[in-house]
């Protein structure tokens, strides 16, 4: 009784303290405010972009030093949302674009040319100057969104050691699940996810390599969308493989994730993967897609053991009209998942390599210039910062290769055999518009071959602690999966804030 006592009181303990502040301070509410909320608030003369900002702020102040969610917050939020407020003075607020005066959040491993550091979550790289806004960044200030700050994620996007936890990083410390603060809350993009769940933001903006979006997502009743590689640029992000990186949208809904995605695609010169991928964009965006009638007709394929999690969600999704058939495999997907045999391993650790060296040598201004001098300065300063210090051996096995010989090449090769001979065989046969699993099980699936995918909120398992189900596609299928995923939310709606249970 004791402990049940300590967890109701610590867990409405927070929750007043994040409640109180936006009653004493505003008429507007941001618990679980949508785009489409928050601009009918403007319209309305309800909400300022400063006043909204400053909501976000407060927010932060009293829920982070629980959540670990953001690394900092931008000092010039205010002054961007301010101009924001005389745009809208000035102009028809109707139409300006629809992420106008609205705060967003960004994983610390998109660059920032501000008073804002890109750390990737490391000290190491504390103080480096960037030579100029990542693209996507570019685009979000375009479309008159506020850059709120940056949040927490896995250090180094989960690719400094196997044995550090997920949502960890020195910047940042321990991100917590909002839900059930002892339960994992998934990486890389662990603080992009927990910003959005407990409500300190409405969007935020997440990276995927193998996971990263889709996974955090899952574990904080989210919606994450990982796109095609290429649709989205990776010019200005701290990289692990131009081959498999993509930058995303994790929002709490399909509609604001689709809305912050329409923002952020598009050719951009810094990065060649995004001139053939721009044709697949389709013309008036993403959101026309948004349709509740999405299922209708649509062939899904369940591509996992059976889970009983997934049997009341089969029944909607046939209700709607889906053709669901289950039980269906992909080849090899054992030696996909183990990452090893797959070869994506043996591949990542070069790429990562040489990605990140070039990313550090273009840097303005940086403490460290290359892989060898983060791994040095680990090594050094650790102790002295009073981190704990987890290991490092997969910057160690990184720094030991040495560009893409032919072991690497084999390593590309099997990828492309296990992806054609896989999931694009299977739903080539089976004619199939979407591939469906309970939470990321797919995400090294879609990792090898560049493929898409959303995760969508499924449920909360007995301890309260959240999971998602991901649809997942060949690449440019966005349209189908926007639609399939928006439909299945909107026929489900399943997600709810968190209790924030100790």
């Known amino acids: 009784m004791v402990a049940l006592r300590f967890i109701f009181s610590s867990s409405l303990l927070i929750l007043l303290l994040f409640l109180l502040p936006q009653a004493l301070t505003s008429m507007f509410s941001i618990q679980e405010a949508t785009i489409e909320d928050i601009r009918l608030a403007f319209k309305e003369k309800r909400l300022t972009s400063k006043q ?37 003075d000035l102009k028809n607020a109707t139409k300006l674009p629809i992420l106008h005066g609205v705060p967003v959040l960004l994983k610390d491993s998109i660059s920032t040319k501000d008073k804002l550091n890109t750390t990737a979550g490391s000290f190491a790289l504390l ?37 550090i936890p997920d949502g960890w990083s020195a910047r940042g410390l321990q991100g917590k699940n909002p839900y059930v603060l002892s339960a994992n809350p998934s990486g890389s993009s662990s603080g992009s996810a927990i910003s959005v769940a407990a409500n300190l933001v409405a969007l935020s903006l997440g990276t995927e390599t193998d996971g990263s979006i889709l996974s955090p997502a899952s574990q904080s009743s ?57 044709e697949f964009i389709p013309e008036g965006g993403y959101k026309q897609f948004l349709t509740t009638s999405g299922l209708k007709g649509k062939r899904l394929g369940i591509v996992m053991k059976h889970s009983s999690r997934l ?14 058939i289950n039980n269906l495999t992909i080849p090899n997907m054992e030696v996909i998942v183990g990452g090893t045999d797959s070869g994506e391993e043996i591949a990542l650790l070069a790429e990562f390599k040489m990605s990140l060296n070039a990313y550090l040598k273009e840097l303005v201004k940086s403490p460290v210039r290359s892989l060898a001098d983060v791994i040095a300065y680990n090594e050094e300063f650790a102790e002295q910062e009073k981190v704990k210090e987890w290991g490092q051996e997969v910057f160690l096995t990184a720094e030991a290769t040495n560009g893409m010989g032919e072991k690497e090449k084999a390593a590309l090769q099997k990828m492309k055999e296990l992806s054609r001979n896989g999931i694009e065989k299977l739903m080539k046969e089976r004619n199939l518009d979407s ?3 309970l939470g990321s099980s797919l995400s090294s699936v879609l990792a090898i071959g560049g493929y898409p995918g959303i995760n969508v909120p499924a449920g909360y398992d007995n301890g309260g602690v959240p999971f998602g189900i991901s649809f997942g596609g060949l690449r440019f299928s966005e349209p189908k999966l926007i639609e399939i995923a928006y439909a299945f939310e909107q026929a489900t709606l399943i997600r709810k804030p968190p209790k924030f249970i100790a």
């Open 127 to 163: 103080g480096s100057v960037v030579a100029r806004d990542a693209c996507v960044v570019k685009r979000l200030r375009e479309s008159g969104a506020v850059i709120l700050g940056k949040a927490s994620l896995s250090e180094w996007a989960n690719f400094r050691s196997f044995s």
């Open 435 to 437: 591939i469906v699993a």
């Open 52 to 88: 909204l900002v400053e909501l976000y702020l407060e927010a932060i102040s009293k829920l982070n030093p629980i959540l670990h969610a953001v690394i900092e917050t931008n000092p010039d939020a205010n002054q961007q949302a301010e101009i924001a407020d005389k745009e809208r």
């Open 222 to 278: 989210v919606v994450g969308i990982k796109p095609s590689v290429g649709l989205t640029s990776r010019a200005g992000v701290v990289p692990i493989s131009l081959r498999q990186d993509s930058i995303g949208p994790i929002c709490r809904t399909v509609s604001d994730a689709v809305h912050l995605l329409d923002a952020i695609v598009g050719y951009d010169p810094l990065d060649k993967a995004t001139k053939s991928a721009s």
């Open 311 to 324: 049997d009341h969600h089969i029944k909607t999704l046939r209700r709607e009209g889906a053709i669901v």
